[in-house]
């Protein structure tokens, strides 16, 4: 069964580890054709709600609407229309980097796993690197292969954790251009970032974390980086 | 569920075969366990009555524990378990294909071992091969069965070296009692094969109930 949805909706959303609180309370909307910036500094509860988003955690309160989905009905289902760049990269290092995009377009069900491979390779452009593997890669490169990896079965919702890290600028560049391209495409894209600079003017909507609370949510937000200091500046 | 189970395994034996790692040190593990028993047990020449099959089981145990402990902290380094989680196949085929892996890896292991305790402890294994080859095969399975599903459970302990024989081998005591008892029958020379049939019927069951827990219990374990 394939379902979609054009809204993410957050309501309430909390998260414990044992006493810890990681998110409390966080609400927001998306629609398709946006990218949402979490912003915060370390500790702020992005990486929790990246995990929550994705479904790998479970909220302990509060709930996520995909559309009129949740996680806990839709299950599979819902996954096949996530992709998801973590901080790792989740790519195997002794693969080559064909292997381990073709590896994935299977797992997501492609009928031709080395031509979606293929097509991700071309579009990473790395066709030339194809049987490379991934362990002889510098940063820049596996970040490419991951971003294509988490793209690979055209997902709806698709989120990133500090894409960014160590990207050179030409690598940079070619992130926030795909990030548009995704957004003109239809898709809801979740940025959790604390590069500012990185995220100036990408942002259709940007929800500003502080130990885990949501502060303030800005929509188009300009100045990114003086808007977060204001922000971050009245709440402590 | 039997695709997603396969392109695992694929996987898992395209990575081993590139690095060998697990192989290299499961084999080594168990012939240096073996070759220790030998020094100390075997006097002139003569081995002790019965030996082999435990020496055989205990080295099949403590190197399955090995790579069972690698299998899943390679899976960690990269974080790709939680790619493997976010597919949208059904969750219990990942455990599928993760078995499957573990137990081809310890068949390869005990391919090294049978010949070298049979040669070091005079011990007639290949007397009934296909007998002993399903003795083998259905107490691996049940052994990684269980180590399977614990490893994938203890893959964020912190301590989980340490926790994963100690919650393994308790459980796994039957498959190491029936699996010793099917070996040591097999090795008389007047052994019944009847009684052989019996402790291989009592693996296949506790493979049909260890699996099926597993294949239960995966889904709810690993969303957290």
Not at chain 1, 22 to 48: C, V, W
Not at chain 1, 134 to 162: N, T
Not at chain 2, 119 to 124: C, G, N, T
Not at chain 2, 173 to 191: H, K, M, S
Request: charged share 20%.
């Amino acid at each position: 069964m394939s379902i979609d949805f054009h809204e993410l909706t957050a309501e309430d959303v909390s998260r414990h580890f044992g006493r810890r609180r990681a998110l409390s309370k966080i609400s927001f909307h998306a629609r398709t054709g946006s990218i949402l910036g979490l912003l915060g500094p370390n500790g702020a509860g992005k990486s929790t709600m990246i995990a929550v988003l994705a479904t790998l955690l479970r909220a302990s309160g509060g709930a996520v609407r995909y559309g009129t989905h949740t996680a806990g009905a839709a299950g599979a289902a819902l996954r096949a229309r996530i992709g998801i760049l973590g901080h790792d990269l989740f790519l195997y290092p002794e693969l080559t980097a064909r292997e381990n995009l073709a590896f994935f377009a299977g797992l997501y069900g492609a009928a031709d796993a080395h031509a979606a491979a293929d097509t991700a390779l071309a579009r990473a452009g790395l066709g030339d690197r194809a049987h490379d593997p991934i362990s002889s890669f510098s940063r820049g490169m596996r970040q490419r292969v991951a971003l294509e990896r988490s793209l690979i079965h055209g997902p709806r919702l698709v989120l990133l954790d500090e894409p960014f890290t160590g990207l050179d600028d030409a690598s940079t560049a070619a992130l926030v251009a795909r990030l548009r391209g995704l957004r003109d495409e239809g898709a809801i894209v979740v940025l959790a970032t604390h590069d500012l600079d990185l995220a100036e003017g990408l942002l259709d909507e940007a929800l500003f974390l502080r130990d885990g609370r949501m502060v303030d949510a800005v929509a188009r937000p300009g100045a990114l980086r003086s808007t977060y200091r204001s922000i971050m500046g009245r709440s402590s | 569920m039997i695709r997603t189970a396969w392109l695992i395994l694929r996987k898992d034996l395209t990575v081993e075969v590139r690095s060998l790692e697990i192989a290299y040190t499961t084999i080594f593990f168990a012939v240096s366990c073996v070759l220790f028993f030998a020094f100390a047990l075997v006097k002139e020449g003569k081995a002790p009555e019965d030996g082999a099959a435990g020496i055989l089981w205990i080295a099949i145990a403590f190197a399955g524990t090995l790579a069972l402990g690698r299998t899943f902290e390679r899976e960690r380094q990269s974080e790709t378990l939680r790619a493997l989680l976010m597919a949208p196949a059904a969750r219990p085929a990942i455990y599928v294909g993760k078995l499957l892996g573990i137990v081809a890896l310890l068949i390869a292991a005990e391919v090294v071992l049978v010949p070298l305790v049979a040669f070091l402890f005079q011990a007639p294994l290949l007397s009934h091969p296909l007998w002993l080859a399903a003795v083998l095969v259905s107490g691996t399975i049940g052994f990684a069965a269980v180590g399977t599903l614990f490893s994938a459970m203890l893959v964020r302990a912190r301590s989980r070296d340490v926790l994963l024989p100690v919650l393994l081998y308790p459980i796994t005591v039957p498959v190491i009692i029936a699996g010793v008892r099917a070996t040591a029958e097999l090795l008389q020379p007047d052994g019944e094969l009847a009684l052989v049939r019996f402790w291989v019927a009592l693996l296949l069951a506790l493979d049909v109930v260890f699996v099926t827990l597993a294949l239960w219990t995966f889904e709810p374990l690993m969303t957290d």
